[in-house]
């Protein structure tokens, strides 16, 4: 089965398929990878069952692209095999890379999730006290789900992973660029993030950049957004200045600010704090109750500073009781 | 990485260190931490055997890392780097573990104690196995120099440095030279002539070939760093388009003075209202012109002295302002010889006679009958035209401290002892030559006691009341002080500058400009041309605001950098 083609699979975990559709985005490409390469598992796409990858031998695959976060025993059941059976594993889009969306989840514990979801919800039948179990006993056999994990991780948290590619979801000509690196051979040292610049988005970002002195943050639907310079000096609160380059400014170039997904820069041990000091930094006030007025006006910072990178961050997952 | 050798030196400082911690357990200790090759404890490693101890192992073992675990950095880091210096070895690679005002100082005896000097030692080890050689920098120093204001400060600080043949650049914004002083008649507390000791000045400064005066003239911008400034200079007067001038200069120091208090602020005293209540700096007027009257021309009989106004209050200006109360008694002086009848009183709060003679001057004014009440400094006396049938024009109530009465006192004219207070433009001119200003408004010396005239920014000094209040010598002290602080720099030629500093990396620079701002030395760039921030050196004091702010992690601290302070987390954690 194997011959010239390369061997590869596409997995999503915790995911919302949008990284899915990425790889589709790549439009015809697609099919040249069909051509390149025999497609051996992707859920979303074609044919092929865990018990095909079960029954590879070690190392038969040339390359797995997981998507999405590990968020319960399934996930991490499915990454392992895939490392197994892989020989290059790619954290494949924000949350295989940082945690991503679903990260966020570990600002609340399994019980604050669990009771929105299933106990305490205008959409749920009023007494209800199903919650899922991993385990259940229905008419003398048992019933088995994932186990639910304390909090979400991203991929490197469970398997060692050969590189990083970044996005909400990655861009279409940066997956051209890395599956045709793969192909030709060209990949950098493991480890490494591809698909990236190795600067942050102002780089790239068409917008002009002056000396920043903000009295005031908004949301972009409160104010009329100058369509020519920086939008963290108008006040909106933009991650590009904390956030790598690559994904070609498509947000801040359509008057949407950066949410941050291409993740921290190189040497950024965690990017939501250098987020942080960056946004407190422009801050135009040296009196304490203007600055408290002006902090006022970030809702969520932690929402935001972190909304891809709340488990590979220093602060990973909130332990309040 | 090759493996390190590092000496440890755990000094005992005497038994500042040893009474608390066991200095010799922290040495064995820390012999077998990763790298170190040599460890020792001593009873006193600043001293001349201690520092050769260091020296020889350098030499003899071959050591590439030095720890010292002993008393602040501040104390004596610059030793042990020199005694590095002088075997060789990069000063840098130098590192203190502070085992004395962080532990033995602050704990009482025991093996807790030594334990956290082990911890302390273990992170000052993990942290000089990352530390690298830095090389310092050296810059041309410009011998030219630039004074803000020509008051008596600015004056002496630019005939000193002219007089030593250096160029000066005098700038005042008037039309003439003088300042305050040149408002006074005479001075306290030996009543000589300030006009005489101000046209000497002038007439020096205007006559001397180094200096270049520049009336009506202010700063408009400064650039660069010490030894480099480039001033802006522009002259106010003519119109429209202010010619401009720039001049390189290598120091800059701001003498720009004071203003004094404006009396109509408090209202109690009838000040505007009432014709003869004037403020201490009428009274020189009209000194100064020889005739001490009141508006309709007559001769004061009562003449009454109010200190404070405007100082020493919770409502106005908290401090002292140090020079009143002398001139106060100049004024007793002044109008018992100029009017020998007249009853002379001195309404004061507490007498500060601190200065050289003026005790003596004191003690002698009371000698020519000047009646001295003291009001509380919470109290006001209040002001009130007399009645038709009273020997005075108006009435001063004072709730007298010492004999506990409420005393009225007669007086024809009442002079008010205004404060000193910054000028109104002190911000201004502090962010223009970027130095900071302390709650009051006054300038702020590098240090109060030790560094008095120079500033947080190398090579900007201040000297005289724009610092605080002071009287004439004072100011003229710390004109010189800054003088000498300049000649100094002048005669070295080169300036040799800390090789901490911030550097961008620019590779991994945005241009985002979020660090643009930050700098409190103003110290970032922005390259338009390149689209990178970039930090002046030898503007940066390392104080690390850019590195944490750069959310590229592309500014990097040089003797700071993250592998070092994680390194010495780590040390301590293990």
Not at chain 2, 226 to 253: H, I, M, W, Y
Not at chain 2, 463 to 482: E, F, H, L
Request: with cysteine.
């Amino acid at each position: 089965m194997a011959g010239e083609k390369l061997q590869i699979a596409l997995y999503w975990g915790a995911a919302c398929g949008g990284c899915d559709v990425a790889v589709l985005d790549t439009n015809e490409f697609i099919l040249d990878v069909h051509a390149a390469a025999d497609i051996r598992l992707w859920p979303i796409a074609v044919d092929g069952k865990y018990a095909d990858v079960e029954a590879m031998e070690d190392g038969e695959l040339d390359l797995a692209l997981y998507n999405g976060a590990v968020r319960n025993s399934e996930n991490e059941h499915i990454a392992k095999l895939l490392r197994r059976k892989s020989k290059v594993l790619v954290a494949f889009g924000s949350c295989a890379h940082l945690g991503g969306i679903p990260g966020l989840a570990n600002l609340a514990s399994r019980d604050e999730i669990m009771n929105v979801a299933y106990l305490h919800n205008p959409s749920i039948e009023k007494g209800n006290t199903t919650l899922p179990r991993p385990e259940s006993g229905v008419n003398g056999s048992t019933l088995t789900i994932p186990e639910f994990y304390k909090r979400v991780y991203e991929l490197d948290d469970v398997v060692p992973v050969d590189y990083y590619v970044p996005g909400c979801p990655p861009a279409a000509d940066r997956i051209k660029e890395v599956l045709q690196a793969v192909v030709s051979g060209g990949l950098p040292v493991p480890g490494s993030v591809v698909g990236a610049n190795e600067t942050a988005l102002c780089d790239e970002c068409p917008r002009t950049k002056n000396e920043k002195k903000v009295k005031a943050f908004h949301r972009p639907w409160q104010v009329m957004i100058d369509p020519e310079t920086c939008l963290l000096e108008q006040g909106v609160l933009c991650a590009g200045v904390a956030t790598r380059g690559g994904c070609g400014a498509r947000c801040p170039s359509s008057g949407i600010p950066c949410r941050g997904c291409y993740g921290p820069l190189p040497g950024v041990v965690d990017q939501g704090a250098k987020l942080l000091s960056a946004v407190v930094s422009v801050i135009d006030s040296n009196d304490a109750e203007e600055i408290d007025r002006i902090l006022d006006g970030l809702p969520d910072f932690t929402g935001f500073a972190y909304r891809f990178s709340a488990p590979s961050s220093l602060l990973q997952r909130s332990v309040r009781q | 990485m090759t493996e390190r050798r590092i000496g440890v030196y755990v000094c005992n400082c005497g038994t500042n260190i040893a009474n608390v911690v066991d200095c010799d357990a922290v040495a064995e200790a820390a012999q077998s931490l990763p790298g170190v090759a040599v460890s020792r404890s001593y009873k006193y490693m600043c001293s001349n055997p201690g520092q050769e101890m260091i020296v020889q192992d350098i030499r003899e073992e071959g050591l590439d890392r030095v720890v010292v675990a002993a008393c602040s950095p501040r104390m004596h880091e610059p030793t042990f780097r020199r005694a590095a210096e002088m075997a060789g070895l990069n000063p840098y690679l130098v590192q203190m573990a502070n085992i004395r005002e962080q532990c033995s100082w602050v704990h009482d005896p025991g093996e807790t104690a030594t334990d956290k000097a082990k911890d302390l030692v273990r992170a000052a080890v993990y942290r000089a196995a990352c530390h690298e050689p830095l090389e310092r920098m050296a810059v041309e120093m410009c011998p030219d120099t630039l004074v803000i204001g020509g008051g008596i400060a600015g004056m002496s600080a630019a005939l000193e440095l002219a007089d030593a043949g250096n160029r000066v650049y005098l700038v005042e914004r008037t039309a003439s030279l003088g300042g305050n002083v040149a408002r006074v008649d005479l001075t306290a507390p030996y009543l000589d002539s300030a006009r005489d000791m101000i046209v000497d000045r002038v007439t020096r400064v205007v006559e001397h070939p180094n200096v270049d005066v520049l009336l009506e003239s202010e700063l408009e911008r400064l650039d660069g760093f010490v030894g480099n400034f480039k001033a802006t200079l522009v002259r106010r007067s003519s119109g429209e388009a202010p010619p401009r001038q720039v001049v390189d200069v290598g120091s800059v120091v701001v003498c720009t003075g004071y203003k004094e208090f404006d009396a109509a602020r408090v209202t109690h005293f009838g000040y505007g209202k009432l014709p003869d209540v004037i403020t201490s700096f009428e009274f020189e007027q009209m000194l100064k012109q020889g005739r001490i009257e009141l508006k309709d021309g007559r001769l004061p009989q009562y003449v009454a002295i109010v200190h404070c106004v405007g100082s020493r209050s919770e409502e106005f200006h908290g401090y002292c302002s140090r020079v009143c109360c002398m001139t106060a008694l100049k004024y007793a002086h002044e109008v018992k010889s100029a009017l020998p009848k007249a009853y002379v009183s001195d309404v004061y709060v507490d007498m500060h006679a601190f200065g050289k003679g003026c005790e003596d001057f004191y003690r002698r004014s009371a000698e020519v009958k000047t009646l001295f009440l003291m009001y509380g400094k919470g109290e006001r006396p209040v002001v009130r035209r007399a009645d038709p049938g009273d020997d005075c024009e108006m009435l001063l109530t004072v709730d007298e401290q010492l004999s506990g009465e409420l005393i009225e006192l007669p007086a024809d004219l009442i002079i008010l002892m205004v404060g000193m207070e910054p000028r109104d433009d002190a911000g201004q001119v502090a962010h223009l030559v970027n130095i900071s200003q302390d709650k009051d408004g006054w300038f702020i010396e590098s240090h109060p006691k030790l560094d008095p005239v120079a500033t947080t920014t190398d090579g900007v000094y201040i000297a005289g009341a724009c610092q605080s209040p002071k009287d004439i010598p004072d100011s003229v002290a710390q004109a010189r002080a800054a003088a000498a602080r300049i000649l100094g720099k002048i005669s070295r030629g080169k300036l040799e500058i800390d090789a901490m500093y911030a550097e961008v990396d620019e590779d991994l620079c945005s241009g985002c400009r979020v660090c643009n701002e930050i700098c409190p030395y103003s110290a970032i760039e922005f390259d338009e041309e390149k689209r990178r921030s970039h930090v002046i050196s030898a503007l940066c004091k390392a104080c690390g605001a850019c590195v944490a702010t750069c959310p590229s992690a592309a500014i990097k601290a040089r003797h700071f950098t993250d592998a070092q302070i994680f390194a010495e987390i780590t040390g301590v954690l293990a």
